[in-house]
């Protein structure tokens, strides 16, 4: 087995492999912000969830909630949204509507429940912080409207959980690090790779010196 | 001398099993999706981007030690260039070593390595915060991938035909990850022992697991961290026992 052509064969197929990977992520890219707003009407014994769970990305959540009588939220929980909605079924607070989306490019899933429960335990929800082991806390309104600023890092969730009879809702999301190396130098070391891979492999003939 | 006959038999045997193209096909196929995998998804903790990228490179290391790595052991004893190397003067235990590391760790390392480095490279001011993590997130992926192979070769060596090993090596492959999937998904709770026995069935679940966690009921248990590299274990020292002293090619 010749090792210099098998090491150099390796080497350019990485390299090249690097920079054509570079190229394509340079075209589709990342996401490092979103926003998202909306309007509900809830009615009577119903509350609207919204969720935002960072599943590998980090970055600050900031939740506005308008025309809401009360708002909590759990932060700094580990875990799917979705699977902590779940789990509130077992104090009667069914979800009837959920809508999820998962943003791969932002590193975030994020959406809205719509759960109904007697409008008492939906009052009461800072008292199940023990039972459940959340924090839940209750935020106060600023001017009418509700603002809850969170640093989120990966694999945490924030659940804001608005009471009202019609709720209007805008969140912000912003990416504080992407922990990308610029793609100049990773078009740079991919072409040293694929050069040195070349150089590698090359069959160097020796020559005979000049009688 | 002997060492020099040894080494001469493994890079026979490496001529064979990792021989071009289809390595260079193969690499520059799984670095690409996995440098493309860490620009377009954003990442803040290096096990979940070790875990991102490594999940399908798995799945192509377990494809490639089944139709190279073992059906190449099958290929050895069904075309008789068995019965060549077993001629060779080295010991059995010293060809049977051999054959599992250019058939199995030669292979896994190469294939598990490689698009962890390029990954490595695109987001290398994340790997730099927490390297260690990284690399036992490698280590991890690269115990499941020898565990496939030592399963796969052992199937090799006792089917002899190249199609049966593959089939049967595919099979089990398959089967194992199913099984894993039924036992997590009929299991009551995350800290039920049959949802355990899922997570342990993967030994980079096992290890990702201890390191994201922060509830102590989720942590895995110390059987956990065994069962995969105990099988791995045994199933090495079986293709090895078998090949050093029963084997009749």
């Known amino acids: 087995m010749d090792k210099k052509r098998l090491l150099g064969g390796l080497m350019a197929s990485i390299g090249l492999a690097l920079l054509i990977g570079a190229l394509i992520g340079s075209i589709i890219g990342v996401k490092t912000s979103l926003s998202f707003s909306g309007e509900d009407y809830l009615g009577n014994n119903k509350a609207l969830i919204i969720s935002l769970y960072s599943s590998t990305s980090e970055g600050t959540a900031v939740v506005e909630i308008s025309n809401a009588s009360q708002v909590f939220y759990i932060s700094n929980v580990t875990g799917d949204p979705r699977s902590l909605v779940k789990a509130l079924t077992a104090f009667n607070i069914n979800a009837t509507q959920s809508e999820y989306k998962y943003d791969m490019r932002l590193g975030l899933v994020y959406g809205t429940s719509k759960v109904e429960a007697n409008s008492m335990v939906l009052s009461a929800l800072p008292s199940l912080s023990k039972v459940l082991k959340f924090n839940i806390k209750e935020a106060s309104p600023e001017n009418g409207v509700f603002i809850i600023r969170e640093n989120m890092t990966s694999g945490e969730a924030l659940l804001v959980f608005a009471l009202g009879q019609t709720v209007s809702y805008n969140v912000e999301y912003n990416v504080s690090n992407t922990y990308r190396l610029p793609y100049s130098y990773v078009y740079a070391i991919s072409v040293a790779v694929i050069v040195v891979g070349i150089l590698v492999s090359a069959p160097w003939k020796k020559t005979n010196p000049s009688p | ?249």
């Open chain 2, 1 to 249: 001398m002997s060492l020099r006959r040894i080494s001469g038999l493994l890079s026979l045997d490496l001529s064979d099993t990792i021989r071009p193209p289809l390595l260079y096909f193969m690499v520059f196929v799984i670095t690409l999706l996995s440098v493309v995998l860490a620009y377009v998804q954003l990442f803040s903790t290096t096990e979940s981007l070790a875990m991102n990228i490594l999940r399908p490179t798995l799945l192509a290391t377990a494809l490639f030690l089944a139709l190279r790595g073992a059906s190449g052991i099958s290929q050895l004893i069904s075309n008789r260039v068995m019965e060549v190397y077993l001629s060779y003067p080295v010991s059995r235990l010293s060809i049977a070593i051999v054959l599992y590391i250019s058939r199995v760790v030669v292979p896994s390392i190469l294939l598990i390595t490689i698009p962890l480095l390029a990954a490595g490279i695109v987001l290398g001011p994340l790997i730099m915060q927490e390297p260690s993590n990284y690399i036992l997130m490698g280590v991890s992926f690269l115990v499941q991938a020898l565990f496939y192979g030592s399963v796969f070769i052992l199937i090799a060596l006792i089917a002899k035909s190249t199609g049966t090993t593959s089939i049967l090596s595919l099979l089990f492959y398959f089967s194992y990850n199913i099984i894993a999937l039924i036992l997590s998904s009929v299991s009551s709770s995350v800290t039920s022992t049959m949802f355990r026995l899922a997570q342990a069935m993967s030994f980079y679940m096992t290890v990702y697991n201890s390191l994201t966690t922060n509830i102590e009921a989720l942590r895995p248990y110390l059987w956990e961290y065994l069962l995969v590299p105990l099988l791995t274990l045994l199933s090495a020292l079986a293709f090895i026992l078998i090949l050093s002293r029963r084997f009749e090619p």
